[in-house]
Protein backbone atom coordinates (compact mmCIF):
# COMPACT_ATOMS: atom_id res chain seq x y z
CA UNK A 1 0.00 0.00 0.00
CA UNK A 2 3.10 2.30 1.06
CA UNK A 3 4.25 2.16 -2.95
CA UNK A 4 0.62 3.14 -4.35
CA UNK A 5 0.38 5.78 -1.30
CA UNK A 6 4.35 7.31 -2.25
CA UNK A 7 3.85 8.00 -5.34
CA UNK A 8 0.53 10.10 -5.45
CA UNK A 9 1.71 12.06 -2.33
CA UNK A 10 4.47 13.08 -4.61
CA UNK A 11 2.59 14.39 -7.26
CA UNK A 12 0.65 15.95 -4.58
CA UNK A 13 3.14 17.94 -3.27
CA UNK A 14 4.42 18.99 -6.79
CA UNK A 15 0.68 20.03 -7.57
CA UNK A 16 0.80 22.08 -4.67
CA UNK A 17 4.13 23.70 -5.16
CA UNK A 18 3.31 24.20 -8.47
CA UNK A 19 -0.49 26.05 -8.25
CA UNK A 20 -1.17 26.28 -4.82
CA UNK A 21 -3.70 24.72 -5.10
CA UNK A 22 -5.14 21.12 -2.89
CA UNK A 23 -4.59 17.74 -4.90
CA UNK A 24 -6.49 17.14 -7.23
CA UNK A 25 -6.57 13.76 -7.51
CA UNK A 26 -7.75 12.94 -4.14
CA UNK A 27 -11.09 14.63 -4.25
CA UNK A 28 -13.59 15.06 -1.69
CA UNK A 29 -17.04 15.97 -1.41
CA UNK A 30 -18.55 18.81 0.10
CA UNK A 31 -22.20 20.58 -0.23
CA UNK A 32 -22.13 23.88 -1.57
CA UNK A 33 -24.98 26.44 -1.72
CA UNK A 34 -25.12 27.91 -5.09
CA UNK A 35 -27.25 30.82 -6.16
CA UNK A 36 -28.66 29.97 -9.21
CA UNK A 37 -30.11 32.53 -12.33
CA UNK A 38 -32.90 31.55 -14.01
CA UNK A 39 -34.16 33.54 -16.99
CA UNK A 40 -37.93 33.82 -18.18
CA UNK A 41 -40.14 36.40 -20.56
CA UNK A 42 -43.64 37.62 -21.08
CA UNK A 43 -44.47 37.61 -24.99
CA UNK A 44 -47.15 40.47 -26.23
CA UNK A 45 -48.29 40.09 -29.32
CA UNK A 46 -49.24 42.44 -31.58
CA UNK A 47 -51.43 43.46 -35.12
CA UNK A 48 -50.71 46.07 -37.31
CA UNK A 49 -53.31 46.44 -40.33
CA UNK A 50 -55.32 49.01 -42.24
CA UNK A 51 -54.81 51.70 -44.63
CA UNK A 52 -54.53 54.38 -41.98
CA UNK A 53 -51.05 55.39 -41.34
CA UNK A 54 -51.52 55.65 -37.82
CA UNK A 55 -51.72 52.68 -35.68
CA UNK A 56 -51.68 51.22 -32.48
CA UNK A 57 -53.24 48.39 -29.88
CA UNK A 58 -53.61 47.30 -26.60
CA UNK A 59 -52.95 43.49 -25.38
CA UNK A 60 -54.09 42.70 -21.21
CA UNK A 61 -52.59 39.92 -19.54
CA UNK A 62 -52.54 38.25 -16.36
CA UNK A 63 -49.44 37.57 -15.00
CA UNK A 64 -49.44 34.97 -12.90
CA UNK A 65 -51.30 33.26 -15.77
CA UNK A 66 -48.26 34.31 -18.22
CA UNK A 67 -45.83 33.19 -15.53
CA UNK A 68 -45.94 30.10 -13.88
CA UNK A 69 -43.11 31.45 -11.39
CA UNK A 70 -43.23 27.75 -9.47
CA UNK A 71 -42.97 25.94 -12.08
CA UNK A 72 -40.03 27.97 -14.36
CA UNK A 73 -37.62 27.47 -11.16
CA UNK A 74 -38.62 24.18 -10.48
CA UNK A 75 -37.69 23.23 -14.20
CA UNK A 76 -34.19 24.94 -12.94
CA UNK A 77 -33.82 22.69 -9.96
CA UNK A 78 -34.95 25.81 -7.29
CA UNK A 79 -37.76 25.79 -4.88
CA UNK A 80 -39.51 28.51 -5.22
CA UNK A 81 -39.16 29.02 -1.12
CA UNK A 82 -35.34 29.57 -1.83
CA UNK A 83 -36.05 32.16 -5.05
CA UNK A 84 -34.27 35.71 -3.34
CA UNK A 85 -35.13 37.99 -5.61
CA UNK A 86 -36.98 38.69 -8.90
CA UNK A 87 -36.27 41.51 -11.45
CA UNK A 88 -37.48 43.05 -14.56
CA UNK A 89 -33.96 43.14 -17.54
CA UNK A 90 -35.37 44.66 -20.28
CA UNK A 91 -37.81 44.57 -23.12
CA UNK A 92 -36.56 42.73 -26.48
CA UNK A 93 -38.94 42.82 -30.07
CA UNK A 94 -39.39 41.38 -33.31
CA UNK A 95 -41.13 41.24 -36.20
CA UNK A 96 -43.01 37.45 -36.30
CA UNK A 97 -44.90 37.81 -39.82
CA UNK A 98 -43.89 40.36 -42.13
CA UNK A 99 -45.80 43.65 -43.99
CA UNK A 100 -46.18 42.71 -47.47
CA UNK A 101 -44.43 45.74 -48.41
CA UNK A 102 -40.51 44.93 -47.88
CA UNK A 103 -39.84 48.64 -47.53
CA UNK A 104 -42.64 49.08 -44.36
CA UNK A 105 -41.46 51.04 -41.12
CA UNK A 106 -43.42 52.02 -38.07
CA UNK A 107 -42.13 54.77 -36.89
CA UNK A 108 -42.71 57.06 -34.18
CA UNK A 109 -43.61 54.04 -31.62
CA UNK A 110 -44.89 55.03 -28.18
CA UNK A 111 -45.32 52.00 -25.84
CA UNK A 112 -46.55 52.63 -22.28
CA UNK A 113 -47.50 49.84 -19.64
CA UNK A 114 -50.48 50.11 -16.71
CA UNK A 115 -51.11 47.72 -13.87
CA UNK A 116 -54.93 47.35 -12.97
CA UNK A 117 -56.34 49.75 -14.90
CA UNK A 118 -54.47 52.70 -13.02
CA UNK A 119 -52.19 55.46 -15.53
CA UNK A 120 -50.30 54.34 -18.70
CA UNK A 121 -46.20 54.57 -17.97
CA UNK A 122 -44.67 55.74 -21.04
CA UNK A 123 -41.88 53.16 -21.19
CA UNK A 124 -40.67 53.49 -24.86
CA UNK A 125 -41.09 56.74 -27.15
CA UNK A 126 -39.89 57.11 -30.46
CA UNK A 127 -38.89 53.87 -31.73
CA UNK A 128 -38.82 52.78 -35.32
CA UNK A 129 -37.44 50.04 -37.43
CA UNK A 130 -38.21 48.12 -40.31
CA UNK A 131 -41.60 45.57 -40.73
CA UNK A 132 -41.01 44.57 -44.31
CA UNK A 133 -38.80 41.53 -43.12
CA UNK A 134 -38.85 38.94 -39.95
CA UNK A 135 -36.21 39.23 -37.66
CA UNK A 136 -34.90 37.77 -34.39
CA UNK A 137 -35.45 39.90 -31.26
CA UNK A 138 -33.93 43.18 -30.48
CA UNK A 139 -33.24 45.47 -27.60
CA UNK A 140 -35.89 47.54 -27.48
CA UNK A 141 -34.23 51.37 -25.15
CA UNK A 142 -36.38 52.40 -22.58
CA UNK A 143 -36.78 55.76 -23.81
CA UNK A 144 -40.02 56.71 -22.70
CA UNK A 145 -40.89 59.85 -20.34
CA UNK A 146 -42.20 57.33 -17.46
CA UNK A 147 -39.50 54.63 -18.09
CA UNK A 148 -38.13 54.73 -14.49
CA UNK A 149 -41.24 54.74 -13.61
CA UNK A 150 -42.49 51.84 -15.45
CA UNK A 151 -39.59 49.86 -14.74
CA UNK A 152 -40.57 50.10 -10.74
CA UNK A 153 -43.77 49.60 -11.74
CA UNK A 154 -43.25 46.11 -13.23
CA UNK A 155 -40.52 45.21 -10.74
CA UNK A 156 -43.62 45.62 -7.85
CA UNK A 157 -45.57 43.55 -10.13
CA UNK A 158 -42.85 40.65 -9.72
CA UNK A 159 -42.18 41.01 -6.17
CA UNK A 160 -45.63 40.70 -6.20
CA UNK A 161 -45.70 37.64 -8.08
CA UNK A 162 -42.94 36.33 -6.17
CA UNK A 163 -45.55 36.76 -2.88
CA UNK A 164 -47.97 34.70 -4.43
CA UNK A 165 -45.71 31.89 -5.57
CA UNK A 166 -44.44 32.24 -2.12
CA UNK A 167 -47.84 31.53 -0.65
CA UNK A 168 -48.63 35.59 0.28
CA UNK A 169 -51.18 37.97 -0.87
CA UNK A 170 -49.93 40.10 -3.70
CA UNK A 171 -50.19 43.83 -2.78
CA UNK A 172 -52.63 44.46 -5.92
CA UNK A 173 -54.21 42.32 -8.54
CA UNK A 174 -51.67 40.90 -10.98
CA UNK A 175 -53.60 42.24 -14.11
CA UNK A 176 -51.80 44.38 -16.73
CA UNK A 177 -51.83 45.67 -20.08
CA UNK A 178 -49.41 47.59 -22.94
CA UNK A 179 -50.56 49.81 -25.36
CA UNK A 180 -48.44 50.81 -28.57
CA UNK A 181 -48.76 53.75 -31.14
CA UNK A 182 -47.12 54.28 -33.66
CA UNK A 183 -46.97 55.96 -37.52
CA UNK A 184 -46.51 53.54 -40.68
CA UNK A 185 -44.82 54.13 -43.64
CA UNK A 186 -45.25 54.29 -46.70
CA UNK A 187 -48.70 56.14 -46.45
CA UNK A 188 -51.57 55.18 -48.77
CA UNK A 189 -51.58 51.63 -48.83
CA UNK A 190 -52.52 48.76 -47.22
CA UNK A 191 -50.22 47.85 -43.36
CA UNK A 192 -50.45 44.42 -42.43
CA UNK A 193 -47.94 42.40 -40.26
CA UNK A 194 -47.41 41.45 -36.58
CA UNK A 195 -44.70 42.00 -34.24
CA UNK A 196 -43.94 41.49 -30.45
CA UNK A 197 -42.57 43.12 -27.75
CA UNK A 198 -40.79 40.48 -24.67
CA UNK A 199 -40.33 41.87 -21.20
CA UNK A 200 -37.24 39.75 -19.66
CA UNK A 201 -37.13 38.66 -16.49
CA UNK A 202 -34.06 37.56 -14.31
CA UNK A 203 -34.69 35.51 -11.18
CA UNK A 204 -32.11 34.07 -8.38
CA UNK A 205 -32.42 31.66 -5.97
CA UNK A 206 -30.50 28.88 -4.37
CA UNK A 207 -29.72 25.43 -4.87
CA UNK A 208 -27.85 22.84 -2.44
CA UNK A 209 -25.67 20.49 -4.06
CA UNK A 210 -23.10 17.76 -3.52
CA UNK A 211 -19.75 19.16 -5.36
CA UNK A 212 -15.99 18.52 -5.08
CA UNK A 213 -14.44 20.58 -2.46
CA UNK B 1 -5.21 4.68 5.61
CA UNK B 2 -8.51 5.78 6.14
CA UNK B 3 -8.36 9.11 4.47
CA UNK B 4 -6.81 7.22 1.65
CA UNK B 5 -9.62 4.88 1.43
CA UNK B 6 -12.30 8.12 2.33
CA UNK B 7 -10.65 9.98 -0.85
CA UNK B 8 -11.07 6.62 -3.06
CA UNK B 9 -14.59 6.41 -1.83
CA UNK B 10 -15.13 10.33 -2.75
CA UNK B 11 -13.82 9.47 -6.43
CA UNK B 12 -15.53 6.57 -6.79
CA UNK B 13 -18.48 8.53 -5.91
CA UNK B 14 -17.63 11.79 -8.38
CA UNK B 15 -19.39 10.62 -11.32
CA UNK B 16 -22.57 9.58 -9.60
CA UNK B 17 -23.03 12.53 -7.52
CA UNK B 18 -21.71 14.22 -11.29
CA UNK B 19 -25.51 13.83 -11.93
CA UNK B 20 -27.06 16.60 -9.97
CA UNK B 21 -24.26 18.98 -10.70
CA UNK B 22 -24.22 18.57 -14.37
CA UNK B 23 -28.05 19.12 -14.57
CA UNK B 24 -27.84 22.10 -11.94
CA UNK B 25 -24.92 23.29 -14.76
CA UNK B 26 -27.72 22.74 -17.44
CA UNK B 27 -30.24 24.81 -15.49
CA UNK B 28 -27.41 27.73 -15.21
CA UNK B 29 -26.84 27.91 -18.49
CA UNK B 30 -30.49 28.69 -19.55
CA UNK B 31 -30.18 31.77 -18.08
CA UNK B 32 -27.48 33.00 -20.37
CA UNK B 33 -27.19 34.06 -24.19
CA UNK B 34 -24.26 32.06 -26.42
CA UNK B 35 -21.34 34.52 -25.87
CA UNK B 36 -21.93 34.56 -21.82
CA UNK B 37 -22.60 30.55 -22.04
CA UNK B 38 -19.08 30.02 -23.03
CA UNK B 39 -17.44 32.45 -20.97
CA UNK B 40 -19.03 30.41 -17.96
CA UNK B 41 -17.90 27.17 -19.68
CA UNK B 42 -14.82 28.08 -20.89
CA UNK B 43 -12.80 27.25 -17.57
CA UNK B 44 -14.73 23.92 -18.14
CA UNK B 45 -13.36 23.49 -22.22
CA UNK B 46 -9.80 23.85 -20.80
CA UNK B 47 -10.06 21.20 -17.91
CA UNK B 48 -11.32 18.26 -20.00
CA UNK B 49 -8.79 19.04 -23.15
CA UNK B 50 -5.81 18.76 -20.55
CA UNK B 51 -7.59 16.17 -18.01
CA UNK B 52 -8.26 13.67 -21.33
CA UNK B 53 -5.31 14.30 -22.77
CA UNK B 54 -3.03 12.97 -20.02
CA UNK B 55 -2.35 9.98 -18.55
CA UNK B 56 -2.57 7.96 -22.20
CA UNK B 57 1.10 7.01 -22.81
CA UNK B 58 3.08 6.12 -19.57
CA UNK B 59 5.87 4.11 -21.39
CA UNK B 60 7.64 4.03 -24.91
CA UNK B 61 8.50 0.40 -24.18
CA UNK B 62 6.34 -1.48 -26.51
CA UNK B 63 6.90 -5.12 -27.15
CA UNK B 64 7.59 -6.41 -30.78
CA UNK B 65 6.00 -9.50 -30.56
CA UNK B 66 5.27 -10.39 -26.76
CA UNK B 67 1.73 -9.95 -26.24
CA UNK B 68 0.86 -8.23 -23.14
CA UNK B 69 -2.78 -6.52 -22.11
CA UNK B 70 -3.37 -4.45 -19.27
CA UNK B 71 -6.21 -2.80 -17.49
CA UNK B 72 -5.62 0.46 -16.50
CA UNK B 73 -7.56 2.85 -14.55
CA UNK B 74 -6.49 6.76 -14.60
CA UNK B 75 -7.62 9.89 -12.68
CA UNK B 76 -6.29 12.62 -13.93
CA UNK B 77 -6.61 16.38 -12.62
CA UNK B 78 -5.77 20.04 -12.92
CA UNK B 79 -5.83 23.26 -11.04
CA UNK B 80 -6.93 26.15 -11.69
CA UNK B 81 -5.82 29.77 -11.92
CA UNK B 82 -7.64 32.65 -10.23
CA UNK B 83 -8.31 34.28 -13.19
CA UNK B 84 -10.44 31.01 -14.29
CA UNK B 85 -13.27 32.29 -11.79
CA UNK B 86 -14.65 35.18 -13.31
CA UNK B 87 -15.22 36.31 -16.60
CA UNK B 88 -17.20 39.85 -18.17
CA UNK B 89 -20.39 39.20 -19.49
CA UNK B 90 -21.76 40.94 -22.50
CA UNK B 91 -24.81 42.32 -22.77
CA UNK B 92 -28.18 39.92 -23.59
CA UNK B 93 -30.96 41.21 -25.97
CA UNK B 94 -33.57 43.10 -24.21
CA UNK B 95 -30.68 44.50 -21.46
CA UNK B 96 -28.48 47.43 -21.36
CA UNK B 97 -26.14 47.41 -18.82
CA UNK B 98 -25.00 50.74 -16.90
CA UNK B 99 -21.93 48.78 -15.43
CA UNK B 100 -19.82 46.16 -15.80
CA UNK B 101 -19.13 43.35 -13.63
CA UNK B 102 -16.75 40.12 -13.33
CA UNK B 103 -19.47 37.46 -13.49
CA UNK B 104 -18.69 34.27 -11.92
CA UNK B 105 -17.51 31.26 -14.39
CA UNK B 106 -18.40 27.53 -14.01
CA UNK B 107 -15.88 27.30 -11.35
CA UNK B 108 -15.89 30.51 -9.73
CA UNK B 109 -17.68 31.67 -6.36
CA UNK B 110 -21.02 30.17 -5.64
CA UNK B 111 -22.77 33.69 -5.40
CA UNK B 112 -24.78 34.84 -8.41
CA UNK B 113 -24.00 39.11 -9.33
CA UNK B 114 -26.09 41.43 -10.19
CA UNK B 115 -25.52 43.84 -13.06
CA UNK B 116 -27.25 47.55 -13.18
CA UNK B 117 -28.62 48.06 -16.20
CA UNK B 118 -30.42 51.46 -17.96
CA UNK B 119 -33.91 52.53 -15.83
CA UNK B 120 -33.25 50.39 -13.00
CA UNK B 121 -33.28 47.32 -14.68
CA UNK B 122 -31.33 44.43 -13.60
CA UNK B 123 -29.71 41.23 -14.51
CA UNK B 124 -28.44 38.22 -11.96
CA UNK B 125 -25.74 36.42 -13.30
CA UNK B 126 -25.61 32.85 -12.32
CA UNK B 127 -23.06 31.80 -9.41
CA UNK B 128 -20.42 29.34 -9.79
CA UNK B 129 -19.78 25.47 -8.45
CA UNK B 130 -16.50 26.93 -6.27
CA UNK B 131 -13.96 24.50 -7.74
CA UNK B 132 -10.56 24.63 -7.65
CA UNK B 133 -9.51 21.28 -9.16
CA UNK B 134 -11.15 18.89 -11.75
CA UNK B 135 -11.25 15.45 -11.66
CA UNK B 136 -11.76 12.81 -14.25
CA UNK B 137 -11.56 9.04 -14.11
CA UNK B 138 -11.29 6.43 -16.48
CA UNK B 139 -10.58 3.19 -17.08
CA UNK B 140 -8.24 2.33 -19.99
CA UNK B 141 -7.20 -1.04 -21.99
CA UNK B 142 -3.94 -1.76 -23.52
CA UNK B 143 -2.94 -4.33 -26.01
CA UNK B 144 0.51 -4.86 -27.13
CA UNK B 145 2.69 -7.46 -29.31
CA UNK B 146 2.29 -6.98 -32.65
CA UNK B 147 5.07 -5.22 -34.84
CA UNK B 148 6.06 -2.79 -31.70
CA UNK B 149 2.43 -1.37 -31.81
CA UNK B 150 0.61 -0.85 -29.01
CA UNK B 151 -3.74 -0.60 -28.98
CA UNK B 152 -5.48 1.79 -26.62
CA UNK B 153 -9.23 1.90 -26.16
CA UNK B 154 -11.04 4.31 -23.22
CA UNK B 155 -14.76 3.49 -22.56
CA UNK B 156 -16.90 4.52 -19.85
CA UNK B 157 -20.57 5.35 -20.20
CA UNK B 158 -22.80 6.36 -16.93
CA UNK B 159 -26.35 6.97 -16.43
CA UNK B 160 -26.39 10.13 -14.40
CA UNK B 161 -29.57 9.42 -13.15
CA UNK B 162 -31.79 12.56 -14.59
CA UNK B 163 -34.27 11.36 -17.49
CA UNK B 164 -33.62 15.10 -18.85
CA UNK B 165 -29.87 14.54 -18.78
CA UNK B 166 -29.01 11.11 -19.92
CA UNK B 167 -25.57 9.75 -19.66
CA UNK B 168 -22.13 10.43 -19.25
CA UNK B 169 -19.71 8.98 -22.02
CA UNK B 170 -16.26 8.46 -22.92
CA UNK B 171 -15.12 7.23 -25.36
CA UNK B 172 -11.23 7.01 -27.04
CA UNK B 173 -9.29 4.89 -29.40
CA UNK B 174 -5.18 4.79 -30.12
CA UNK B 175 -2.08 3.26 -30.92
CA UNK B 176 1.88 3.62 -30.08
CA UNK B 177 3.89 2.44 -32.44
CA UNK B 178 8.16 1.82 -30.35
CA UNK B 179 10.87 3.85 -33.03
CA UNK B 180 13.52 2.19 -30.67
CA UNK B 181 12.80 -1.32 -32.23
CA UNK B 182 14.64 0.41 -35.51
CA UNK B 183 17.85 1.04 -33.85
CA UNK B 184 20.39 -0.92 -32.96
CA UNK B 185 21.24 -0.37 -28.93
CA UNK B 186 19.10 2.71 -28.63
CA UNK B 187 19.89 4.45 -25.63
CA UNK B 188 16.42 4.46 -24.32
CA UNK B 189 13.17 3.16 -25.84
CA UNK B 190 11.36 5.69 -28.12
CA UNK B 191 7.49 5.83 -29.43
CA UNK B 192 5.20 7.46 -30.73
CA UNK B 193 1.25 7.31 -30.33
CA UNK B 194 -1.99 8.87 -31.66
CA UNK B 195 -5.12 8.76 -28.88
CA UNK B 196 -8.82 10.15 -30.34
CA UNK B 197 -11.90 10.62 -27.41
CA UNK B 198 -14.81 11.72 -27.41
CA UNK B 199 -16.58 13.14 -24.43
CA UNK B 200 -20.60 13.65 -24.03
CA UNK B 201 -22.46 14.43 -21.30
CA UNK B 202 -26.57 14.38 -21.58
CA UNK B 203 -28.12 15.25 -25.14
CA UNK B 204 -25.41 18.09 -25.89
CA UNK B 205 -24.93 19.62 -22.90
CA UNK B 206 -21.28 18.81 -23.35
CA UNK B 207 -20.18 17.23 -26.50
CA UNK B 208 -16.11 17.26 -27.02
CA UNK B 209 -13.47 15.54 -29.13
CA UNK B 210 -9.83 15.41 -28.05
CA UNK B 211 -6.48 14.21 -30.23
CA UNK B 212 -3.27 14.04 -28.79
CA UNK B 213 0.02 13.00 -31.11
CA UNK B 214 2.92 12.41 -28.88
CA UNK B 215 6.11 11.39 -28.88
CA UNK B 216 7.74 9.57 -25.62
CA UNK B 217 11.02 8.37 -24.47
CA UNK B 218 11.82 6.33 -20.98
CA UNK B 219 14.08 3.74 -19.58
CA UNK B 220 14.24 1.45 -17.04
CA UNK B 221 15.84 1.07 -13.96
CA UNK B 222 14.67 -1.75 -12.40
CA UNK B 223 11.43 -1.40 -11.33
CA UNK B 224 11.77 2.12 -12.56
CA UNK B 225 10.85 3.60 -15.54
CA UNK B 226 11.23 7.51 -16.02
CA UNK B 227 9.54 8.66 -19.17
CA UNK B 228 8.97 12.04 -20.77
CA UNK B 229 6.75 13.63 -23.67
CA UNK B 230 6.34 15.68 -25.65
CA UNK B 231 3.05 16.25 -28.01
CA UNK B 232 0.37 18.09 -29.28
CA UNK B 233 -3.35 18.15 -28.17
CA UNK B 234 -6.34 19.09 -30.11
CA UNK B 235 -9.47 19.45 -28.26
CA UNK B 236 -13.25 21.13 -29.69
CA UNK B 237 -15.69 21.22 -27.67
CA UNK B 238 -19.93 22.21 -28.34
CA UNK B 239 -22.46 23.11 -25.61
CA UNK B 240 -26.41 22.86 -26.57
CA UNK B 241 -28.94 24.23 -23.79
CA UNK B 242 -32.42 25.84 -23.75
CA UNK B 243 -32.54 29.35 -23.38
CA UNK B 244 -35.12 30.06 -20.69
CA UNK B 245 -36.13 33.40 -21.87
CA UNK B 246 -36.25 32.71 -25.52
CA UNK B 247 -37.04 29.46 -25.03
CA UNK B 248 -34.76 28.30 -28.35
CA UNK B 249 -31.81 26.09 -28.31
CA UNK B 250 -28.54 28.00 -28.32
CA UNK B 251 -25.41 25.71 -29.71
CA UNK B 252 -22.24 27.15 -28.61
CA UNK B 253 -18.83 26.66 -30.09
CA UNK B 254 -16.22 26.22 -28.31
CA UNK B 255 -12.54 28.04 -29.03
CA UNK B 256 -10.38 24.98 -30.29
CA UNK B 257 -7.95 24.45 -27.47
CA UNK B 258 -4.70 23.28 -29.78
CA UNK B 259 -1.64 23.14 -27.62
CA UNK B 260 1.67 21.58 -27.06
CA UNK B 261 1.78 19.13 -24.20
CA UNK B 262 4.75 18.17 -22.08
CA UNK B 263 4.25 15.04 -19.62
CA UNK B 264 7.31 13.79 -17.43
CA UNK B 265 6.28 10.69 -14.84
CA UNK B 266 7.43 7.83 -13.73
CA UNK B 267 6.08 4.01 -13.51
CA UNK B 268 6.73 1.21 -11.26
CA UNK B 269 6.51 -2.08 -13.09
CA UNK B 270 5.75 -4.76 -10.67
CA UNK B 271 4.89 -8.50 -11.90
CA UNK B 272 0.92 -8.18 -12.76
CA UNK B 273 0.67 -4.41 -10.98
CA UNK B 274 1.94 -1.64 -12.71
CA UNK B 275 1.69 2.16 -11.13
CA UNK B 276 2.16 5.67 -12.48
CA UNK B 277 2.38 9.38 -11.98
CA UNK B 278 2.57 12.18 -14.05
CA UNK B 279 3.24 16.21 -14.07
CA UNK B 280 1.46 17.76 -17.43
CA UNK B 281 1.56 21.09 -19.20
CA UNK B 282 -0.91 21.64 -21.44
CA UNK B 283 -3.73 23.95 -21.75
CA UNK B 284 -4.04 24.01 -17.96
CA UNK B 285 -0.98 22.49 -15.81
CA UNK B 286 -1.79 19.06 -13.92
CA UNK B 287 -0.66 15.94 -12.34
CA UNK B 288 -2.42 11.81 -13.14
CA UNK B 289 -2.10 8.82 -11.76
CA UNK B 290 -2.93 5.54 -12.44
CA UNK B 291 -2.92 1.35 -11.68
CA UNK B 292 -2.66 -1.23 -14.33
CA UNK B 293 -3.51 -4.86 -13.91
CA UNK B 294 -1.80 -6.97 -16.43
CA UNK B 295 0.82 -9.17 -17.84
Redesign the interface.
Known amino acids: ?K???L??A???V??LL????????????EE??????????LTLEFHAEGTENVLGGTDSFELDDEIDLAQ?VE????DISDVH?I??????YRVTNPDPNPNRRIEQVDISIARNGGANLEIVSGFEDGAGSAY???????SGAD??A???MI?GMLDDLLLEAQGGTPQAPLAGSSTWSGVSSPTGENTNFDWEI?L?I???GE?T????? | ?KS?L??AL??S??FL?AG??W??LE??L??LEDENAKGYLTPLSSALASTLNSSIFTTANVGADVFSAHLQVN?M?????DADRTYNPT??????STESVDAPTVIGG???V?QS???????????????????VASPQLEVSGFLGTRALVRWISIDLGDADLGSLELFGLGVQHSISQYMVAPPLDLAVGVFWQSFKIGDGLVDADALQVMAMGSKRFNVVEPYVGVGFDMFDMQSEYT????GENIAVDFDPENNFHLTAG?R?N?RFLQ?????NVAAE?????G?ALGY
Open positions: MKMIPLALCGNLSGSGCPLIPSIKTVELAVGSSVDAGVDAFVGLADFRTLDLADAVDNRDSIVVLDLPE | MFRSALALLNAAQANGAVGVSFDDPVGFQTDAIGENGTVLYHPGGFDLQNFTDDTSALLIHGEFTGVAAL
